[in-house]
């Protein structure tokens, strides 16, 4: 159980601070909920019940995992499991894994296609497009959260790494 205060890696919406746990101010509800607000997003609060098994929820990582991870960024065109090819199919899975590796494997896949298709002058399906988008947003926010660091900050430095060719 988490505490509040703490902060969480939910679902696909990624780091959120637990801002309370108690009954939700909606008719028919009881019980108690998880009342999380997304670190990088103020449009509401996401109330998500204490025994949910529907949407993972877990704690995020170290600063000193961010660290490694961000290591294994700036080193990743010589790292074989971040430039392993694929497929379209796999890539809702890794998006709702949580797992930082696979986020992380990911978004260097995807700035490759996009790296591809740009020296052919053509732009990026919007498929993998909109998946870029929202794995850099999860493995980003989470590591800039862990590391203290501002998000935009944080999205420089990991799109120069993993977007090298």
Known sequence: MFEVGDRVFYGVVGVCEVEDIAAP??????????????????????????????????????????????????????DELLNQKITPNQYDEMVKSQDTEK?????????????????????????????????????YGELAVALGKDYSEMSDLLDQYLGQN
């Open 103 to 139: 986020l992380m494997h990911l978004v260097r896949f995807l700035y490759d296609i996009k790296n591809e298709r740009a020296k052919e002058l053509r732009k990026m399906k919007s498929a993998d497009g909109r998946m870029l988008v929202t794995a850099r947003k999860l493995l």
């Open 25 to 78: 101010p909606i008719k028919g509800i009881d019980g108690k909920y998880y009342y999380l607000q997304p670190v990088y997003d103020d449009k509401g609060i996401i109330y998500s019940p204490v025994d949910s098994k529907k949407v993972s929820m877990r704690t995020i990582i170290t600063k000193e995992e961010a660290q490694t991870f961000l290591e294994r960024a700036r080193n990743c065109k010589s």
